[in-house]
């Protein structure tokens, strides 16, 4: 997908304890809400060469809401407490204030699983889908496997040392297990997320509630429909967390993507692969190659109908147009005319429309 101008508000809303968390929407259709996850920020990771992708994805299929978790990004950093049962509070909040009137897909990605899962039980009229992606149950502290806390506790004090320092190499020993096929541009980009979206200490005091998540005995209360999905050789979650996932959620859908990055990669077959099964699971899948038709129909347009259209969208009256392309009135009519033809349309406001929903540019 070439770049676009993703547009989103963002806002802000408290949660039950009185943290203040950011929450952003962008496009248009069925509301899909990701939980927060490590580590983001809801202005910079438009920028993203690792996240944007995921955005542009989402908010060109659904109303896409996020937020940047307590403690991180554009939300409050100093807070009162970091745990599982704050972070379904916090989902809980941004959810009640986004006000969606229909049911929503829930998607958790990492540790954004346990309280999608939590919230899932919960609320399970509110929600059509749930979609948990390199998720898992249980944190290191919980999981029965002392060498990988072993590891994951040395990580943490790495955290501690070398995150906030100009040594890339603590950062990097880090982000390079998210992303390990990642380029050069890529690596940096994460390593400089670290520094802009908190302290080595709350980063730190993230990581460790993240280790005594512990949401399994909620997995066979689940009743809705669940997709769990996780790339084979992530470094991040194991793989066999995912799969503790689906075996134990009633009737999930579990599917295996070839991939090492926890975060799958624009460039990467599994990327392609993840955007298919996504939108199949959500019945978006048809929708999706409406819009891909509609994209086509603009390919149709000569650029002479493109410089018109490029009028019409703009708001513009027929003689404004004649006059700035230096053709008549007349010309300007039958090129119109031509336009809703190719583009299926039976006005200026919906071809207006459509022409602003695809970003179009004469």
Not at 27 to 45: C, E, V
Not at 177 to 196: G, H, I, K, T
Not at 275 to 296: H, M, P, Y
């Amino acid at each position: 997908m070439g770049q676009q101008t993703i547009r989103q508000s963002i806002r802000y809303v408290r949660s039950s304890d009185g943290v203040r968390l950011a929450w952003a929407s962008a496009g248009n259709g069925p509301p899909l809400i990701k939980a927060a996850n490590w580590l983001t920020h809801l202005q910079y990771d438009l920028e993203s060469p690792v996240w944007r992708h995921w955005l542009e994805f989402f908010a060109g299929h659904f109303r896409f809401i996020r937020y940047d978790e307590r403690g991180c990004g554009m939300s409050q950093w100093e807070v009162p407490e970091v745990s599982l049962s704050r972070w379904i509070d916090d989902l809980e909040a941004v959810v009640d204030a986004a006000q969606c009137d229909e049911p929503m897909t829930l998607l958790g990605i990492s540790q954004g699983a346990s309280a999608c899962i939590a919230y899932a039980v919960r609320h399970p009229e509110r929600v059509s889908h749930l979609i948990l992606y390199g998720g898992y149950a249980t944190g290191w502290a919980k999981r029965g496997d002392p060498q990988g806390l072993r590891r994951f506790q040395a990580i943490v004090e790495l955290i501690r040392l070398g995150w906030g320092t100009d040594t890339v190499a603590f950062r990097q020993v880090f982000t390079s297990r998210f992303v390990p096929d990642a380029s050069s541009e890529q690596l940096d980009w994460f390593n400089e997320l670290c520094r802009r979206t908190t302290t080595p200490e709350i980063a730190a005091h993230l990581m460790l509630a993240r280790s005594e998540v512990d949401v399994r005995e909620l997995l066979p209360q689940l009743q809705v429909p669940t997709l769990v999905i996780h790339p084979v050789e992530d470094q991040v979650t194991p793989m066999n967390a995912s799969r503790e996932l689906a075996a134990e959620i009633p009737n999930a859908e579990f599917v295996q993507l070839e991939s090492r990055n926890h975060v799958l990669l624009e460039h990467e077959p599994a990327w392609a692969q993840f955007k298919e099964v996504v939108l199949e699971f959500t019945g978006r899948a048809g929708a999706a190659r409406t819009q891909e038709n509609k994209s086509d129909r603009f390919a149709e347009l000569t650029a002479r109908e493109r410089d018109v259209l490029g009028g019409v969208a703009s708001g513009h009256t027929n003689a404004q147009i004649a006059d700035h392309l230096h053709i008549s009135e007349k010309t300007v009519r039958n090129i119109v005319s031509r336009i809703f033809e190719k583009l299926e349309v039976e006005s200026r406001t919906q071809a207006a429309v459509l022409a602003r929903d695809h970003d179009f540019k004469p």
